[in-house]
Every structure is written in structure tokens, then in C-alpha cells.
């Protein structure tokens, strides 16, 4: 967890063996509770399993494209 004071923002970021756990999910609802109210965005980073060149290429070309 990484929180940005400045923007308010508090950065989550799960692991793919963190995704497979019930108990962390419940700690990251507790967090996202707990910071939403105080008035905090929260964005919640899950590892996935595609490549990475190739999925930040795309998201890249998408962006640029919009």
C-alpha cells in the first residue's frame, strides 16, 4: 500500500498470489473503506499474466488513438 498525500490517493497493489486469498480481499475492503472516508481515491493494482511489452504497447496505442 502506497498513499500519495499530496493527490490523495491511496495505491493498492496485489500480487497474483495475494488475488487468491480471501483474507487479504477483506483487508483491502477494509482500506478502501477506511480511506474513501477520508475522502481518499483508491486505486486497487492487480498483477495479471499477460505479457507486459505487449499490454502496455496496446494500452499505449489505445490512448493515443482516443
Do not use: H, P
Amino acid at each position: 500500500m502506497n498513499v500519495l498525500e499530496k493527490s490523495k490517493i491511496v495505491e493498492v497493489w496485489l500480487t497474483n498470489e495475494d488475488q487468491r486469498s480471501s483474507d487479504i480481499e477483506d483487508e483491502v475492503d477494509r482500506i478502501c473503506m477506511e480511506w474513501s472516508g477520508k475522502k481518499y481515491k483508491i486505486a486497487v493494482i492487480r498483477s495479471g499474466s499477460g505479457d507486459l511489452f505487449s499490454s502496455m504497447e496496446g494500452l499505449l496505442l489505445n490512448n493515443l488513438a482516443g
